[in-house]
């Protein structure tokens, strides 16, 4: 009887399964198609074990099912015997075997047997075809190989990606990013690229055919640059709106939708059509972090003719995702417009700056101490660094570029690399060195790239200004031959764009891995994606994982915790980041964000800042409401008061100003205040409160 139950209650055991696991040599064999590089496969190969790491097991519960029977049927199993039997099979090499066939390397088999074992002993009684299984081999009627069946069928339950690898694969196969976008296949678009350094004039000639067109998007890496072209085509008769994460500004009186749009990169629509698109600062597909806006505004923008403006290094990499889209590239050349002379002598002291000068800095600190020494030898200076809201960098631009202002210096990062028009005679390097984010997200000091160089050297000299000449050289003597270095040498092509994970993705691996965290979920994901090395990487996605993982006990829906963590924050800066957990608090509840509840948190109305921290401080709270107002354009009805929110900005910007006008100041208030030991504004020391500043991010 016992062992008739037992057949009929056994499945028989298979050789080959259709699921092959991760560490198993036929995994790469699932898809009959090839990968495009074979760099990809050694790659994937390296990276099975990483892989595994990332699955977490499914506690398992009994069922609560009457599993009684099988006591009824064999009598009660004693755990001694129970126990002697799991560990016979847990040494078995045929099972290790048979487990890698079915998708379990020796990682996942380990995990899942500690999971077996524990269910097995732990259990009042067990599901009826497991008992008589165990009793049949405890009594010599059995072998211990038949507890494979079960085994794996636990292992299904942990694991629930064993029973889906192949669809999670197919998710992220992330080769043919160009057929994500069936509407711009559609159509035959004209693409041309116009190549040419800084102040050649190449983005003036891509905008001529957007403001000529019947109707045109623009698409930038800086709201500067957007709202600069908002403002230019509107002047000029061509109806423009403008499109950025945190506002829609329209160019009609009547708020109706515009032909023309200025927007930031990220936020270009690929379901409009247009008749003419131009997508500016193109050599950013390589950004670790953001290239991947730029390679879907390339893709998918859906335009007759799609400008592109960037470096020469960009071209054969535009070429070449051009010919997955089967489209033509017409490359128009651009030299600069105005002469860029390398001095041969380096600065070697501030005292020897001179009117239309601009030092550039790496890092705050530097922006603070040089700044300092320049206005204590009664020059007045000019600030601008990537922390700054719009305005105060505009107005502080102005400032340095009105010839009847008495400011003739500016000191300033790399921020002025790109969105602000200055009249600069002389860029002058404080330094060479920079802070990085090496391919792994680790923070690397590195001399400037030959393309960072350019781009910040071609800022001296502007066609039509009182500098049509420009000048560069370097503070210190040492480092002027590393910087004609890097300026007579051409910036190395770019070779691959980034991609990204969509919110559909994420939902669609959320559907088959549902216990998975969304951190964890964009780790599997990034670690299974199959992309074209020859064309594509993967971007960094620390910054979304930082704000998944500091959300993920807040009871979300998985859409909206997605838009959450692509908030563009600085995670680097504390009060922002206790602000967005705040707000994705409120969220949860379905509590509105309103206005009195923000001004409780962020300390409104605003004074004016005495110190250095206090100054960051009030950078911080304006991008804590530069997050309100990003989310209010993604979520309307519980972040209700974005108007209101926008009015108080740009109060705070004002103050900002005064505070950045009145920097040397505030050092010396920060001075005071540390040496008489009521705080300590860290400006000076290393690691410092104002080190944040390498971090931040560009505005979008």
Known sequence: MFHFCHRLLKQPLCSSFWLHGLSHPKFSSLDARPFHSSTQNAKKSSNNNNVSHLFVPVPLRPSGEDTSIGAELTGKLNKQEVLKVLNK??????????????????????QAFISF?????????????IHIIFSDIIHGAGHVDDLFTYFMRHAKQIFPHLECMEDLKQISDLRSPANWYPDARAILRKIVFHAGPTNSGKTYHALES?????????CGPLKLLASEVFLKANEKGTVCDLVTGEERKFGNPDQSGAAHVACTVEMTSVTTPYEVAVIDE??????????WAWSRALLGVIANEVHICGENAAVELVKSLMVTTGEEVEVYKYKRLTDLEIEKRSLETLDNVQPGDCIVCFSKNDIYSVSRRIENSGKEVAVIYGGLPPGTKIAQAQKFNDPENPCKIMVATDAIGMGLNLSIRRIIFYSLIKPTMNEKGEREMDTISVSQALQIAGRAGRYGT?????YV??????DLPVLERLLDTSPEPLVKAGLHPTADQIEMYAYHLPSATLSNLMDIFVNLSTVDDSLYFMCNVDDFKFLADMIQHVPLPLRARYVFCCAPINRKMPFVCTMFLKFSRQYSKNEPITFDWLCRHVGWPFK?????????HLESVFDVLDLYLWLSYRFQDLFPDASIVRDIQKELDSIIQMGVFNITRLLKNSENSAQNGNGNDGFLGNGGL?????YNKKRK
């Open 89 to 110: 099979f847990f040494r078995r090499s045929e099972i290790k075997l048979l487990c890698a066939e079915n998708g379990l390397d020796n990682y996942l088999f380990h």
């Open 473 to 478: 050289t370097t503070l210190k003597k040492e």
């Open 608 to 616: 004016t800042p005495k110190t250095i921290a206090e100054l960051v």
């Open 690 to 694: 104002l080190e944040n500043g390498n």
């Open 282 to 291: 193109i050599q950013m597909l390589r950004d670790p972090q953001r290239g």
């Open 117 to 129: 074992r524990r269910y097995c002993l732990e259990a009042d009684s067990l599901p009826v075809d």
């Open 210 to 218: 957007f403001l000529n067109a019947k109707s045109g998007v623009y």
């Open 466 to 470: 009182q500098f049509p000449k420009g």
